[in-house]
Each structure stands twice: as C-alpha cells, then as structure tokens.
C-alpha cells in the first residue's frame, strides 16, 4: 500500500504562486507514476501533471507554461510550482500515485488540497 499526503494548498490572488506537495509512504517502489488531478466545483475531475518514474513528463494543456511538476531526489516527494495563476485554476488538488503490487495495479489518493485564485 501507498499513503500519500498533499500540502501547500491556500488562497493566492490571481498571478500569484504557489507549491504544492505530495509526500509517498509505504511500499514506495511500487510506484510507476505519480500526478495532480483537481476537481473544480460543478466541474469533473481533470489530470493536471505527471511525472513517471523515468522522470517523462506531461501537463495538461490548460496549464502548460504555467505549471511545472517535478519530484525530489528519494523520488518519494512530488511537487506542483504553479505560477501566474487564474481564478479558473481554483479546486481541490488531489495527488494521485499509480503502481503494481504482485500481478496488481493500483492507484492511490491524497485526501486533496484547496486552491483558492481570488482577489
């Protein structure tokens, strides 16, 4: 099993920053790939960034060149630097972990983080 734990979530007015962080325990080296998903109110859940455990990349396109995701040295801390935010970037921030226990896949979710953009 894979615990994960967010932080960094907070009310920042627009164009401001923020990090957040996702910290991975447990059976760490399972983990294929960790990302941000968020759920903006009245909206579906949306993937925002990735990182496998190569390193590879992906965010989505409505935070491309704004958002950057990247992990610390230990590969068990995942960090979202989210600049020149929007109030349409405002949601819940979920970390997310996907692996293979045995012949198992699975993913695995952080209790979530608030985002508030507002002035």
């Known amino acids: 099993q894979v615990q994960l734990v967010e932080s960094g979530g907070d009310l920042v007015q627009p164009g401001g920053s923020l990090r957040l962080s996702c910290a991975a325990s447990g059976n760490i080296f399972s983990i294929n790939i960790m990302g941000w998903y968020r759920r903006a109110p009245g909206k579906q859940r949306e993937r925002v960034a990735s990182?496998?455990?190569?390193?590879?990349?992906n965010l989505a396109d409505s935070v491309k060149g704004r958002f950057t995701i990247s992990r610390d040295s230990t590969k068990t801390t995942v960090f979202l630097q989210m600049n020149s935010l929007k109030p349409e970037d405002t949601a819940v921030y979920y970390c997310?972990?996907?692996?293979?226990?045995?012949?198992?896949?699975?993913?695995?979710w952080g209790q979530g983080t608030q985002v508030t953009v507002s002035s």
């Open positions: 990182i496998t455990k190569a390193g590879s990349t």
């Open positions: 997310n972990a996907g692996g293979v226990e045995g012949t198992r896949s699975y993913a695995a």
